[in-house]
């Protein structure tokens, strides 16, 4: 078979040019932004026409614009670079994955439980971890933009291509009540805000969207009156007997100085005209690039995932007086 010649395929640079000049919209805005002449702007169309053999741009218009041939080699041009963009950054992040140096971002729920347990695994290995934590949306935006290699958070898709996310582990909403509040009388969570105020986690977190929309799913209308973003203050007032919450295990573990003076229990213990409430879950999710850090996040996949499922759940159940399996629910679920 006959090899095929360079000159059947134009070059990045000659691709880079087109997709500028069709961008900016003329051959001069274009060789300002390449910061190249005019004349060097020109004489890449003239050579992209040539290797393609067809007109590129109508020069009978001023300016002049693509032909349909040149409006179609700009479509598949930036899909080009856009890809090798990608190859490039991914190559470059094999590489620093070599360093060893892996910027992992959890919510600070995860990152406050499993967090110390990651660092003893990877202790003795060559991968070197910086655990951030924070908040969802935040950690999501910074793994988009690549200040982050992976991160674990409450996500499970993402609008940025090559960013995979793989289910952790799934846990699910509970009650919690001042230590010695006596709860069997009520029937509804609204019932029992009359007789405790209900301490919310703020709307702009995560979790406290999902509660609210749960809430409102069941036709629970409680007032707001006293909310917080963060777990450790919710937890204060409920131990202190002002109040309660609806929270998760991990968040309990959390702040697991205050399980002493609390007591947690599931929200079917609740029930509607005679019908239990649902048990309601949150999961997590691994987010990372595919095909870069090699067979890092699968390893780490795993590591997480057994930590919480044969460690950390457990832990969980014991102190909070549960079974197992109302701490960790399985991936599925």
């Known amino acids: ?15 880079a040019s087109w997709v500028a000049v ?34 590129l741009l109508d020069r009978t218009t001023r300016p002049a614009r693509p032909t349909a041939a040149g409006q179609r080699l700009f479509e598949h041009a930036t899909v080009l670079l856009q890809g090798a963009d990608q190859m490039i950054e991914s190559v470059r992040n094999v590489t620093r994955a070599k360093r060893v140096v892996v910027r992992l971002g959890c919510v600070d729920s995860f990152a406050a439980t499993i ?24 950690l ?18 993402s609008q940025t291509p090559g960013i995979r996310r793989q289910k952790l582990f799934a846990e699910p909403y509970v009650v919690v009540l001042p230590k010695n509040f006596e709860v069997d009388r009520f029937t509804t969570l609204a ?35 006293c909310e917080f973003d963060a777990t450790d203050p919710v937890l204060s007032l409920v ?16 702040s697991r100085h205050y ?5 947690v229990i599931q929200l079917s213990s609740f029930s509607r005209n005679g019908r239990p409430y649902d048990n309601p879950s949150r999961s997590f999710y691994l ?15 795993e590591l997480l995932r057994r930590t919480f499922e044969r460690q950390v759940s457990r832990d969980i159940a014991q102190a909070l007086s549960l079974r197992h399996e109302d701490v960790c629910l399985s991936a599925s679920e």
Request: glycine share 6%; charged share 20%.
């Open 1 to 15: 078979m006959k090899e095929s010649t360079p000159e059947l395929y134009p070059d990045w640079d000659l691709l």
């Open 239 to 254: 131990a202190a007997g002002l109040g309660f919450a609806v929270t998760t295990p991990l968040c309990v573990w959390q």
């Open 22 to 55: 069709v961008e900016a919209g003329s051959i001069s805005d274009a060789a300002n932004r390449l910061a190249i002449s005019q004349a060097g702007v020109s004489h890449r169309i003239k050579v992209l026409e040539t290797i393609l053999d067809t007109t």
């Open 115 to 138: 967090g110390p347990v990651i660092y003893r695994a990877l202790s003795g290995t060559s991968h070197q971890i910086r655990l951030w934590s924070g908040i969802t949306p935040t």
């Open 287 to 301: 987010g990372f690039r595919e095909n870069e850090l090699g067979h890092l996040p699968a390893d780490m996949f």
């Open 140 to 157: 999501d935006t910074q793994l988009e933009a690549r200040q982050l290699d992976m991160a674990v958070t409450t996500t499970s898709f």
């Open 259 to 263: 399980v002493p003076d609390i007591r």
């Open 191 to 225: 019932a029992l805000s009359r007789n405790l105020q209900f301490i919310r986690y703020s709307a702009r977190s995560v979790i406290g969207q999902h509660i609210d929309a749960y809430l409102a799913s069941n036709g629970e209308h409680i007032e707001r009156s």
